[in-house]
């Protein structure tokens, strides 16, 4: 298996015949090298959404039409996607999942805000927010999405057992380092930490060393962009 960061709060994941695109905002991420988008996402097969910020899901709608791939995520923003963009969707609703044989992924809650535009009308409802479990090869796998930390994560624990978390660790629009440590700590035996939704901005997280430091014993990687962490 294979997780490679797309910057920011976007990933690919491969595992069996599947290349998995997870909130691929490529087009103005200060992460991500536009040159390469390309290579991003050859070969993808599926795109997963949190929800429905512009920083997570902008990208998508073309990404679906050029490859011809579908888009899954919350039931609201897929129906509405599918009708706007002619693209094929695939909604459905925390709790649910989506089997795709080398690759199982749940939906499960987060807690921030999913809206979309900010046009003269203002921000438009866009489903709820949420984040995926997948599992795959033996390994689990819980993407936060954006969150904070929050008392459902031991449910999802308590279900899924992730040895492997994608936590949103930026602060300001999510939770930090300190807090995804905790959250980590309390709630979850993880065997590996990835931290995602930081560095792209001044205002974010530019290190993750206060989520190393609260994880002794967890081996917390930050990835580089576009350089594939091999599990």
Not at 2 to 12: E, P, Q, S, V, Y
Not at 175 to 180: F, G, I, T, V
Not at 216 to 222: K, R
Request: with cysteine.
């Amino acid at each position: 298996m294979k997780i490679i960061w797309l910057g920011h709060a976007g990933f690919r994941i491969e595992t069996g015949d599947l290349a998995l695109l997870f909130d691929p905002w490529l087009t103005g991420n200060p992460m991500f090298p536009e040159a390469r988008q390309a290579e991003a996402i050859a070969g993808a097969t599926h795109i997963f959404i949190t929800h429905g910020h512009s920083d997570h899901a902008a990208d998508a709608p073309e990404i679906a039409r050029a490859l011809g791939i579908p888009v899954h995520g919350i039931y609201d923003l897929m129906s509405f996607w599918g009708e706007k963009h002619g693209i094929e969707t695939v909604g459905f609703n925390k709790g649910g999942t989506v089997d795709l044989g080398a690759a199982r992924i749940t939906m499960v809650n987060a807690a921030h805000s999913s809206s979309a535009g900010e046009g003269a009308e203002g921000p438009v409802y866009a489903g709820h927010e949420a984040g995926y479990v997948i599992e795959a090869e033996g390994h689990s796998i819980y993407l936060t999405g954006d969150t904070d930390v929050m008392a459902d994560m031991e449910i999802i624990n308590d279900l899924h057992r992730p040895d492997i978390g994608i936590l949103c660790a930026g602060g300001f629009f999510t939770m930090d380092m300190k807090r995804a440590a905790y959250a980590a700590k309390k709630y979850f035996d993880f065997k590996t930490v990835i931290p995602c939704h930081y560095r792209t901005f001044p205002l974010l997280e530019q290190s993750a060393e206060a989520l190393k430091a609260g994880l002794p014993g967890v081996d917390v990687i930050e990835p580089e962009v576009l350089e594939a962490i091999e599990i």
